[in-house]
């Protein structure tokens, strides 16, 4: 199985929002279970939801609840998390992983850069 | 939430030596539960799944044992290459939560 392909950096200033993308196999693509992990600069892991791209379900951490949104485009085998009202603490690299239930595959990471 | 609570938070061990990681959930995930290592500039890896199964690829080196809420990783006989931060994962209910992970560094 390919590994997932994630979009590149981005810098957004306070209160914008950021869409990050992950592009998975084609051919395996509504079989996966993608979830977006995501890391502060010298911190841990935090898991922010999940996607299933075969419907589309998703659920989110409380935590981002209301400001994260998981979508999938089935054509092009791409799933995409945007993040709104974006404030310093959420400089982060990103992460897709993929699993049902502990992560195989990892993209490569998106680092979002919250700066004024 | 389950919290994962992870110890120690440095691990320092001479190459060769033996490393024992800690994880502790503030509840019950039966055997639910994943190791990774993460390099720096690097994604995770996945170690070991179900407290105990090493994904393929991984040295035997590694192993992982526990059950409930104790769970450790060791590493039989540290490699240059594994000095790194580790980190558990449990996947027993939703949200998924990771520890705050060890940091294994060279003595």
């Known amino acids: 199985q390919a590994p997932l392909v994630q979009s590149g950096a981005e810098v957004k200033k306070p209160g914008a929002s950021v869409t990050v993308s992950c592009k998975a196999p084609g051919d395996t693509f509504t079989n996966l279970y993608l979830h977006w992990v995501r890391q502060a600069p010298g911190q841990g892991l935090e898991w922010m939801g999940i996607?299933?791209?075969?419907?589309?379900?998703?659920s989110y951490a409380q935590k981002f609840q209301g400001r994260v949104t998981m979508t999938r485009d089935t054509s092009t085998s791409t799933v995409y998390m945007e993040l709104s009202s974006l404030r310093s603490e959420d400089t982060a690299v990103y992460y897709c992983?993929?699993?049902?239930?502990?992560?195989?595959?990892w993209g490569q990471g998106t680092l979002v850069t919250v700066s004024s | 939430e389950i919290v994962m609570t992870q110890s120690p938070f440095t691990l320092s061990v001479s190459p060769g030596e033996r490393a024992t990681l800690s994880c502790r959930a503030s509840q019950s995930v039966s055997s639910n539960l994943a190791w990774y290592q993460q390099k720096p500039g690097q994604a995770p890896r996945l170690l070991i799944s179900g407290a105990s199964t090493r994904t393929p690829g991984i040295p035997a080196r590694f192993s992982g044992s526990g059950s409930g809420t104790e769970f450790t990783l060791t590493i039989s006989s540290l490699q240059s290459e594994d000095f790194a931060v580790y980190y558990c994962q449990q996947y027993d209910s939703w949200p998924r939560t990771f520890g705050q992970g060890t940091k294994v560094e060279i003595k």
């Open positions: 996607i299933n791209p075969s419907g589309g379900s998703t």
């Open positions: 992983a993929e699993g049902r239930n502990s992560f195989y595959y």
